[in-house]
């Protein structure tokens, strides 16, 4: 059985910061059940020419409420979740005011309709589950805003191609390591 551990640093009301240990081992994306292995909190890729990312926001199950989260979903199924969190609980009703790169996340789809979708009631939702709610516009950032709170989450990613060599023209030339060998080797470092 696969499992994901997610450790968010997530942001009380007053500014206080937790970082709770979270099982998470199923994985609804829109839905649609998902394996649990493409979840990462990573914020650099390695991508080929056609990859494309969505933000998105993310709803996990936590006792004591759940916990929302900016994610950027990729084109090949990667969910990158990042490590910032709220409580739905603290945004006291103001969630209907909450958006994500602008748009207000009861139009995208509500966190309250996707609990309930996933048999979840309120702010509580079956242990383990994390649920992905995706935006229609490309973006490699998520940004969800608390206008009430005038406070904001943002995750970031960080897209490199295969293709190109960080290194450039620079990279160091290769060098000899010596393994099992039966003669004498000359060191000439």
């Not at 099982?23 to 649609?32: E, L, M, Q, T, Y």
């Not at 979740?81 to 602008?102: E, H, M, P």
């Not at 990613?157 to 023209?169: A, F, N, Q, T, V």
Request: charge should be neutral; proline fraction near 7%.
């Amino acid at each position: 059985m696969s499992l994901f551990l997610f450790r968010p640093h997530v942001e009380g009301p007053e500014g206080n910061i937790t970082t709770p240990d979270v099982v998470i081992d199923r994985v609804f994306v829109n839905g649609a059940p998902k394996s649990i292995n493409l979840v990462s909190t990573e914020s650099y890729h390695q991508v080929d020419e056609s990859e494309f990312a969505f933000p998105a926001y993310g709803i996990t199950a936590l006792g004591g409420g759940a916990l929302i989260s900016p994610a950027v979903m990729l084109g090949s199924g990667r969910i990158c979740l990042a490590r910032t969190a709220w409580r739905l609980n603290n945004l006291n009703g103001n969630v209907g005011a909450v958006t994500l790169n602008g748009q207000s996340l009861a139009a995208l789809r509500s966190p309250a309709d996707l609990i309930e979708a996933a048999g979840g009631e309120g702010d509580t939702l079956p242990r383990g589950y994390l649920l992905i709610c995706v935006a229609g516009e490309a973006d490699t950032q998520a940004t969800l805003v608390d206008p009430t709170r005038k406070r904001e989450l943002r995750h970031r990613l960080k897209l490199s191609l295969i293709s190109e060599d960080r290194w450039g023209g620079v990279r160091p030339k290769p060098r000899y390591s010596v393994g099992p060998m039966m003669k004498e080797i000359p060191h000439f470092i």
